[in-house]
T-cell receptor, first 115, second 114 residues
Framework: DAGITQSPRHKVTETGTPVTLRCHQT?????MYWYRQDPGHGLRLIHY???????DKGEVSDGYSVSRSKTEDFLLTLESATSSQTSVYFC??????????????FGEGSRLTVL | AQSVTQPDIHITVSEGASLELRCNYS??????LFWYVQSPGQGLQLLLK??????LVQGIKGFEAEFKRSQSSFNLRKPSVHWSDAAEYFC????????????FGTGTRLLVSP
């Protein structure tokens, strides 16, 4: 158990409204990631963080922003949700111990529907 | 740029039969390779990984995968499939530099028939 909690697990919202998804980890890992999963696309990286207040863009970052004000929380915000952002969002962490080899550990996902 | 191809979108296998899921990757250096499994409504669970050493790696649930550099492949195998193996399987490639940006394939959905 990687100690990752995502909230909310399910959300339905309307086009144009802001949405924030939260990822909380209990393991004090440095690296955190947000992916989205869509049929036919697998998982695609949205944003990632390599420390408090240190974030960078992934391959599908348009329309998303992130924040990390403390180690345990990584927030993904859709400033103005669109129907194309209907997806399942996964948070992940990488452990960085001496014997680790970079595998990602995933949360259980947040299903977002934008009407 | 890194990329991963999983050519089979769906595969149906009879229970007890052997399984091979294909994965081809494109990467300029020695890759870190992973197979993940996702049951419906769940997150992704790591099955196995390769980053160096023996090219045949063993994973959980009786799965194994073989890294073939000459073919840029990392196919997943299981000698005898169980009904509980029905799920979606993702291959991923990355480069571990103290940080990991995995690139995933589009997935293969495994159906197990009685």
């Amino acid at each position: 158990d990687a100690g990752i909690t995502q909230s909310p697990r399910h959300k339905v919202t309307e086009t144009g409204t802001p949405v924030t998804l939260r990822c909380h980890q209990t393991e004090n890992h440095r690296y955190m990631y947000w992916y989205r999963q869509d049929p036919g696309h697998g998982l695609r990286l949205i944003h990632y963080s390599y420390g408090v207040k240190d974030t960078d863009k992934g391959e599908v970052s348009d329309g998303y922003s992130v924040s990390r004000s403390k180690t345990e929380d990584f927030l993904l915000t859709l400033e103005s949700a669109t129907s194309s952002q209907t997806s399942v969002y996964f948070c992940a962490i990488t452990s960085t111990g001496q014997k680790d080899t970079g595998e990602l550990f995933f949360g259980e996902g947040s299903r977002l529907t934008v009407l | 740029a890194q990329s991963v191809t999983q050519p089979d979108i769906h595969i149906t296998v009879s229970e007890g039969a052997s399984l091979e899921l294909r994965c081809n990757y494109s990467y300029g250096a020695t890759p870190y390779l992973f197979w993940y499994v996702q049951s419906p409504g769940q997150g992704l669970q790591l099955l196995l990984k390769y980053f160096s050493g023996d090219t045949l790696v063993q994973g959980i649930k009786g799965f194994e995968a073989e890294f073939k550099r000459s073919q840029s492949s990392f196919n997943l195998r299981k000698p005898s499939v169980h009904w509980s193996d029905a799920a979606e399987y993702f291959c991923a490639v990355g480069a571990w530099t103290g940080f990991q940006k995995l690139v995933f394939g589009t997935g293969t959905r495994l159906l197990v028939s009685p």
